[in-house]
């Protein structure tokens, strides 16, 4: 990992250190880890300078809030099983998502009307009206200032949603024990809704959204990605699809939890 090309970008990092992965074979480091949780605006920066140093910046949180600051800082990060974001197709693992997800419950309409049990389909886009990276970086500063005990870790990846899989990231491990495969649908929503990844904990993820869906239908067609993706935000959240496709009507920022 190249630090000294954020020096060359004028950019100055808190203390911090490198984290060896908990697999420890190679001593692979996938993650720089500050010290201390970051001034509130170096995301931005860093993330604006990312196409020179190839650093993406994260937001990191722990576990708990407990003093170890899992899983960042005790490595229990696992690159060396996660495949390539590019071996995947996201249409068909939503496709096979939403199929695992149905069969494990006798009656899934309810949770998933309008659609019931029949997958729709990727949701159709709409024109976004802010800039990806500035709305990012707008998020980031207000992510910091809601969540001041947040680190700043530095992953070498070419775009966000890889960063999950370099540094090794296991979040989801409950329903899919491969972040590659989560980091192939993230590269999909980057390009359809101009979404970013800007903070990550134990298991839950924090996306900036700059092409939102702008009415009732769209956002339900959005949130049956998102049921596929990570059906607890459904089923331990509002319970149904049309009551949380409400709160992605225009919304610049997604959330995920997996339990």
């Known amino acids: 990992m190249n630090l000294d090309a954020l020096r060359s970008a004028a950019i100055d990092l808190p203390p911090g250190r490198m984290i060896t992965s908990d697999e420890g074979e190679g001593d692979v480091q996938p993650l720089w880890l500050s010290d201390e949780p970051p001034a509130m605006n170096l995301w931005g920066r860093i993330r604006a300078a990312h196409a020179d140093t190839g650093l993406w910046p994260l937001l990191l949180l722990p576990l708990d809030r407990d003093d170890d600051f899992r899983p960042w800082a005790t490595g229990e990060l696992f690159p060396e099983n996660v495949s390539s974001p590019g071996d995947h197709d996201a ?9 695992n997800h149905i069969s494990t419950e006798e009656d899934s309409a309810p949770a998933t009307a309008p659609f019931g049990r029949d997958w729709p389909g990727l949701a159709q886009t709409s024109p976004g009206t802010e800039a990806p990276d500035v709305l990012a970086a707008e998020y ?45 649908v993230l590269r999909s929503w980057e390009e359809r809704f101009g979404v970013r990844v800007v903070a990550v904990g134990f298991a839950t993820l924090y996306l900036s959204v700059a092409a939102p869906p702008t009415t009732r239908d769209e956002a339900l067609a959005v949130a049956a990605e998102h049921f596929a993706f990570c059906p607890d935000n459904i089923w331990q959240g509002p319970g149904d699809l049309a009551t949380y496709a409400e709160r992605l009507v225009d919304g610049d920022s997604w959330q995920f939890w997996w339990d």
């Open 140 to 184: 980031a500063l207000a992510f910091a200032s809601f969540q001041p005990e947040a680190r700043l870790g530095l992953v070498a990846a070419p775009r966000g949603a890889d960063a999950l899989a370099a540094v090794g990231w296991d979040g989801p491990v409950n329903y899919a024990g491969d972040t590659g495969k989560y980091a192939a």
């Open 91 to 99: 249409a068909a693992l939503l496709t096979e998502w939403w199929g």
